[in-house]
């Protein structure tokens, strides 16, 4: 019997191939064009939703089953996507299928058609016709009927034409007047409103993004209220001149309301929005419009990266360094990295904007990667706020604040003003502290006179590991630097914050606001609205983004740096220090100058001072030179394998046989298995090997290796397990 050709079908399973079928019965044999398109297939028990990768040839199709059924005409995974979303199978060494899973809408990874995106007009009956002689002139059916005259009118445009026509067009339909068609949804033409006159820096950046032909990587790297956003919409107004598409991607709690309106009213032409507010079926319908060319400007967070583009342009990152654009579970990708890889495959420019870049964006930057665009100046003509370093060795902390702070905070309520007390994100694995001087325990085999990596605190306080290279120690009796007894893991006693605040200050409203009170959209705009222009104290874990205008917020008040400072996650001390920058951009935007305070137990440390007194770029490059020293990325490549299991034992015997599986002398440096900064979470014990090389080739070879063999190892059974390329929480 000869070579049958078959269908190569990714399906959504944890395993690291594709699989082969027939078509389903009655269809023709498999051709090229079937690629992309997706069908129902059996699959042990159950029925799975499966994407043709390729067509393949069978030796012995005797063996294989038919798929049951083709769910599309043609495919809905077209050209660039399809070979983007590959080159991301191979980058996450995740199954094909699952990266596809993620990357489309729930109905279409369900297996529903491709959504309708027409569009809906209203016309005259005949009883319209002739009963319009008789409708009272002036009133609103009798101006809608006017304009139906010369025939349908799409509800975009009456939208536009005659506010509140819907009840007008009610009125109509009861004496059956009008009627509403579908219509062929219509490629909109943006009408373009001027925004303000570019300045000098603005306009050399719009130049240049208007030259750039093709792919090419720029970094706008402008400060907060430089006016980032004028270039962007500038950008988009000359790419959708040429007809093409802009995707523009903001963080999570950046796409507010007024971003969309600014957007809106600039481009003069339909804004879709993809963020976590809409439903599954509004997201399909926005995917569908986009791959058929009808939308034009796409606005969304994360997953809006995998928006089918046919006609692309431009393709924009907004606060490129923020960390909602890294997937943290299942397939765990970089949106603004992965947003590069489409770029160059659709030859499209791609912005990364930012007033805090990345150190890897910046390291790209500077070494010619990315074209470096500056704004140095504020648009506006808010002034920057004055930053002041509070020492609190020693100083009795009510619940981690000091007096001089407090008495900070009352004086700005009492001036009628608000505060922001912020307390740097929770979550890092605690490094033991001195309270009286500031002593913390560095690894003795990791730390470079450069670079300090700190111990953390397990086995309930009696234990400090180092998150680095494993190592281990028992926790002092005394400070092995002034001997006092005030050793304690550091960040106790901030978690209380609110509930201090409101004891001390009862006649002031107390907001909180963090992930549970923002992951809500619009939860974080109810909170403000609340607050209002009255004096009062907002307290979390999470800063405010652009479009979260607080005219009365005049001082922030930073808790709990020491935490990025000294951590055994390397990005603590970068992420920190973009946080600190955009919440200083919030303080004092308006007539009242801003204030921000920092309490620290390392008045005296190098990178705070740099910071203050140099501001984010000086910082940048000091970090960038004991990353250098240490050899962590932008200079060097990770990954992190993670498992956790009911016993340790489990958890760290399938790591330890997966470390098994690199050679030694395979350019890949092995750290672990070792706790993860979590060891406990939900009964389950959790541990984590750390993959490092100087070159990503290697990285990826042995990763290869590992990921080949994973899935087949027998400790794999007990235990659930994860492989995060470039981790941003180690
Ligand atoms: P960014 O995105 O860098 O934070 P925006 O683009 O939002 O900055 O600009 C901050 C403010 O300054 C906005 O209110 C914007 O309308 C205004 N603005 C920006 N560019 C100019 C300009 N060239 N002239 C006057 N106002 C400007
Ligand atoms: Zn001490
Ligand atoms: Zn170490």
């Known amino acids: 019997m000869s070579a049958c050709p078959t269908l190569r079908i990714a399906l959504p399973v944890p395993l690291p191939q594709v699989f082969d079928y027939l078509p389903p019965a009655g269809s023709p044999a498999p051709r090229q064009e079937d690629v992309g398109r997706r069908l129902r297939v059996p699959f042990g028990p159950r029925e799975l939703v499966g994407v043709v990768e390729s067509i393949g040839l069978s030796e012995d199709p005797a063996n294989l089953r038919p798929a049951l059924q083709w769910l599309d005409d043609s495919a809905v995974l077209h050209g660039e996507l399809n070979t983007s979303l590959r080159w991301l199978a191979r980058y996450t060494h995740a199954p094909l299928g699952e990266v596809i899973a993620t990357a489309l809408p729930a109905p279409l990874r369900r297996g529903d058609a491709l959504p309708d995106t027409h569009g809906w007009a209203w016309q005259l009956t005949e009883a ?394 619009d939860a974080l705009e109810q909170t403000l609205a609340t607050l209002g222009e009255q004096p009062g104290i907002l307290v979390g874990t999470q800063i405010l983004a652009k479009g979260h205008d607080l005219p009365k917020l005049t001082l922030v008040v930073v808790v709990g740096i020491d935490e990025g400072l000294f951590s055994a996650d390397f990005r603590a001390s970068e992420k920190l220090a973009q946080q600190l920058i955009q919440v200083a951009g919030r303080a004092g935007r308006a007539e009242r100058p801003g204030e921000v305070w920092l309490q620290t137990h390392h008045p005296d440390n190098a990178l705070l001072h740099t910071l203050v007194n140099g501001g984010y770029h000086a910082f940048a490059d000091a970090e960038l030179l004991q990353r250098e020293a240490a050899g962590f990325p932008p200079f060097a490549h990770m990954a992190l394998l993670r498992a956790e299991a009911k016993q340790v034992e489990q958890a760290n015997e399938f790591l330890a046989a997966l470390k098994q599986l690199i050679p030694q002398q395979s350019d890949v440096e092995r750290f672990g298995p070792m706790p993860a900064p979590m060891p406990r979470r939900a009964g389950f014990q959790r541990t984590q090997l750390l993959l490092s090389a100087e070159q990503r080739r290697p990285l990826h070879a042995a990763l290869d290796s590992v990921m080949a063999q994973a899935y087949g190892l027998p400790q794999a059974r007990r235990v659930r397990w994860s492989l995060d390329v470039d981790p941003m929480d180690l």
């Open 128 to 521: 319209g016709r002739s009963g319009y002689a008789r409708l009272r002139s002036g009133t609103r059916p009798q101006r809608m009927a006017t304009l139906l005259l010369d025939g349908a009118v799409n509800e975009d445009l009456l939208d536009e034409q005659l506010d509140d026509w819907r009840s007008a067009a009610r009125a109509l339909l009861k004496r059956e007047h009008v009627q509403r068609i579908e219509v062929p949804a219509v490629i909109p033409q943006p009408r373009i409103v001027p925004g303000p006159q570019p300045n000098p820096q603005q306009q050399q950046a719009i130049d240049a993004l208007q030259a750039a032909d093709g792919f090419q990587p720029f970094l706008l790297d402008g400060v907060t209220g430089s006016g980032k956003t004028e270039v962007y919409l500038q950008a988009i107004c000359h790419c959708l001149q040429q007809g093409k598409q802009a995707l523009v991607l903001v963080p999570e709690i950046g796409l507010t309301p007024q971003t969309l309106h600014r957007f809106r009213s600039r481009l003069g032409i339909p804004v879709h929005a993809l963020h976590s507010g809409l439903n599954d079926n509004e997201r399909a319908r926005v995917w569908a419009a986009a791959s058929r060319g009808e939308a034009r400007v796409i606005v969304g967070t994360r997953s809006a990266i995998f928006t089918p583009l046919p006609q692309a342009g431009l393709i924009v990152i907004d606060e490129e360094h923020d960390g909602s654009y890294k997937q943290q579970d299942g397939i765990r990708y970089h949106a603004r990295d992965f947003a590069l890889v489409r770029g160059k495959a659709l030859n499209v420019p791609v912005v990364l904007g930012s007033a805090t870049p990345s150190l890897e964006s910046l390291h790209n930057a500077r070494s010619g990667r990315y074209t470096h665009l500056r704004l140095q100046q504020r648009a506006g003509d808010a002034k920057p706020p004055g930053v002041r370093v509070f020492d609190v060795r020693k100083r009795p902390l009510q619940d981690g604040l000091s007096p001089e702070v407090l008495v900070g905070i009352e004086q700005h309520l009492k001036a009628g003003s608000q505060v922001l007390v912020f307390k740097n994100r929770r979550g890092y694995a605690p490094v033991l502290l001195c309270h009286d001087c500031g002593w913390t325990a560095p690894c003795k085999r990791c730390s470079t006179p450069l670079h300090k990596t700190p111990m953390t605190v397990h086995g309930g306080g009696r234990r400090l590991q180092c998150h680095h290279c494993g190592a281990r120690q028992p926790v002092p009796l005394a400070c092995p630097d002034c001997a006092s007894l005030a050793l304690q893991p550091q960040g106790i006693g901030t978690e209380r914050l609110e509930e201090r605040l409101l004891q001390l200050f009862p006649d002031y409203p107390v907001l909180r606001i963090d992930r549970s009170t923002t992951s809500r959209r």
